[in-house]
DNA sequence: CAGATAGTTCGCTAACCGTCGTACAATTAG
DNA sequence: CTAATTGTACGACGGTTAGCGAACTATCTG
C-alpha cells in the first residue's frame, strides 16, 4: 500500500483549501505545525474521533499535499509540507495557521 | 427575502476555507478582486453554468462572509469583503488571490 | 400594460463527505 | 509463538453539495 503524495507541482488550490476546510483537519494541522517534524503519530492530537475516521482525516491532508506520511514501526510520523507549500501558495499556510482558532470542539477546556 | 451576510466577528474559518474549495468560487472571488467594488453583477463572469447553479455560489460565499451582495435594480452587485476578512484574517485572502491559476475550466482562454 | 432582464426558489439527481464498525495487516514486546 | 499496538480497507449510513430545469418575482423600458 503505497502512500501517495502529490508532487510540489501537482499541489491544486481549491483540493488543498477543501483540505483546510475542515476543523478537525484544521486542528491536525496546527498542532503538527507546533511540533514541527516531531514524532507526531496520527493519535495523540486529542481528537474525539474513531481511528478509521482519523485515517480518513489525514489521507485527504496527505493526498492534498498538505502533509507527510512516513511509516515508522507501528506508527505513522505525519509532518507538514511547509516548503512545498510556501513555494507553491507563498503566505497561504501561515495565513491559515493564524487564523485557527480553538480546538474544534472536542475536550473541554475548563 | 433578506440577504444574510454574516457579521465579522461571525466569520468562520472552516467556512471561508470551504467556500473559497470550489474552482468556479474561486474565479469569482478573484474577478472581483480585480473590480475592485465594481458593478460586477452575478452574469458576465464567463461562468458556463446556469443561473441557479450562479445563484447557488454566490450564496455559499455570501453566507461564509467573502463576499456582499447588494440590490440594485434588477441586478445584485457583488464585493469582495477584503476589510473584514483582512482584519479576522490577516493574510489569507492575499495568499489565496496570489494563488489562484487559470479559470476552472470554462470558456477558451482565446 | 407588455416585454425584457436578472435572480430566486423549488424539486430532483448524482456525487461526495464525515462518521462509524468490523475485519484485517504490520510491527513490536513478552 | 502470542499478544498488544497502530494504522488501513471496506462497506454502510445519513447529510450535504453541485448541478440542472422549470416556474416564479421583481425591476426597468418601451
Redo the contacts between chains.
Keep these: 500500500m503505497n502512500l501517495h503524495h502529490p508532487s510540489r507541482e501537482d499541489l491544486d488550490?481549491?483540493?488543498v483549501?477543501?483540505a483546510?476546510?475542515?476543523?478537525h483537519r484544521?486542528h491536525i494541522v496546527k498542532k503538527l505545525a507546533e511540533h514541527g517534524a516531531e514524532p507526531c503519530s496520527c493519535g495523540g492530537f486529542g481528537i474525539d474521533l474513531t481511528k478509521s475516521t482519523l485515517t480518513h482525516h489525514f489521507r485527504v491532508l496527505r493526498e492534498a499535499g498538505v502533509i507527510t506520511q512516513r511509516p515508522a514501526g507501528t506508527s505513522k510520523l505525519n509532518s507538514l509540507r511547509r516548503e512545498d507549500l510556501d513555494a507553491?501558495?507563498?503566505?497561504?499556510l501561515?495565513?491559515?495557521l493564524?487564523?485557527?482558532?480553538a480546538p474544534p470542539a472536542a475536550q473541554v477546556p475548563v
Excluded: E
Excluded at 483546510?20 to 476543523?23: A, E, H, K, N, V
Excluded at 493564524?98 to 482558532?101: D, F, L, M, V, Y
Design positions: 488550490v481549491s483540493m483549501l477543501h483546510l476546510s475542515d476543523p484544521l507553491r501558495f507563498p503566505g497561504l501561515d495565513a491559515v493564524a487564523a485557527i482558532p
